[in-house]
């Protein structure tokens, strides 16, 4: 059985939902949900990512939207709690998907695109 993810784990935009509902409806009818991933890199060491995913496994995570479900592993989750994704579009055909509040690298050896940032 899936656990549930709640609201305070992981947030969605209004505009972030109603696009996943429109790409849902464009989509394969075996796809279960879109995956929320974690992966190596970025700012903070990891950078996150979503898919159209047809596999739920037992240690997967499931918030329910309309019209679709978003799905997360435990490793995953514990990454992006508190995280809220939204889609931006600034009518200029760079619209894309947003991970705003995501956790800060820690450590402050620099930041993140700052010139210079060296422990020194």
Do not use: W
Request: glycine share 16%; charged share 20%.
């Amino acid at each position: 059985m899936q656990n549930l993810i709640t609201a305070a784990d992981l947030s969605m935009t209004p505009s972030a939902q109603a696009k996943l509902a429109e790409l849902f409806k464009e989509v394969d009818d075996a796809i279960q949900g879109v995956r929320v991933y974690a992966a190596s890199g970025g700012c903070s060491g990891i950078s996150f990512g979503m898919t159209f995913t047809d596999v739920v496994n037992p240690n997967d995570g499931i918030r329910d939207f309309e019209g679709y479900k978003v799905v997360v592993d435990d490793g995953t989750l514990e990454h992006i709690r508190g995280v809220e994704i939204d889609f931006v579009d600034p009518g200029d055909g760079n619209a894309t998907f947003v991970f705003n509040n995501l956790p800060s690298a820690g450590g402050g050896c620099g930041s993140c695109g700052s010139a210079g940032g060296s422990c020194g």
